[in-house]
Structures are given as C-alpha cells and as structure tokens.
C-alpha cells in the first residue's frame, strides 16, 4: 500500500513563503510522475505543478516563476517551495503519484492546508 504524507503548510502573509513536502513510502518512488494538486473552498482541485520521473517539470500558468517543484528519489520525497504567495493561492494541497495512468496505480495524500492571509 502506497502512503503519501503532506507537511509543511500553514498560514503565511501575502508575499510571503512556504516549501510543502510528501514523503512517500510503500512503492518504488522513482518510477511515479508526482504532481501537486490544491481545492480552494467551494471551487474543484487543481493541478498545481507535475515533475516526472525523469524531472521535467509543467506548472499551472497562475504559479509559474513563483513556485518550483523538485523531488529528491533518494529521500522518496517531493517538494513544492512557494514563493511570492497570494491569497488566492489559499486551499488544501494535495499530493500525487501516478504510474503510467494505470487504474489502482494513482495515489493521493491526505493535504495539507495553506492559508495566505494578512
């Protein structure tokens, strides 16, 4: 059974920073394309930013140059270090895993809350 586990949100002015982790464990790592995922209140999830096994990256047009996605497969680790944030940016992020797009191959974590608030 893969597990993901969110850390790292919290509330933080406009402007400001946070670096999310997912460490996940269960699964050879290395072998999934990661993808970090928010919902706003009221509004659907969203793909935030993906990064491949291979380390390419692809990010939403409203977070691009503002936050960066790594991942560290020594550690079965991905981050995502946010920069700049708004309070439109506010909402429960999510990690993901996917192999291939294979039913049964797709994991999610349980979020972690960001809160972008003056």
């Known amino acids: 059974q893969v597990q993901l586990v969110e850390s790292g949100g919290g509330l933080v002015q406009p402007g400001g920073s946070l670096r999310l982790s997912c460490a996940a464990s269960?699964?050879?790592?290395?072998?999934?394309?990661m993808g970090w995922y928010r919902q706003a209140p009221g509004k659907q999830r969203e793909l935030v930013a993906t990064?491949?096994?291979?380390?390419?990256?692809n990010y939403v047009d409203s977070v691009k140059g503002r936050f960066t996605i790594s991942r560290d497969n020594a550690k079965n680790t991905v981050y995502l270090q946010m920069n700049s944030l708004k309070p439109e940016d506010t909402g429960t992020y999510y990690c993901n895993a996917d192999h291939l797009g294979i039913p049964g191959l797709n994991y999610w974590g349980q979020g972690t809350q960001v809160t972008v608030s003056s």
């Open positions: 990064i491949t096994t291979g380390g390419n990256t």
């Open positions: 269960g699964t050879t790592f290395s072998i999934y394309v």
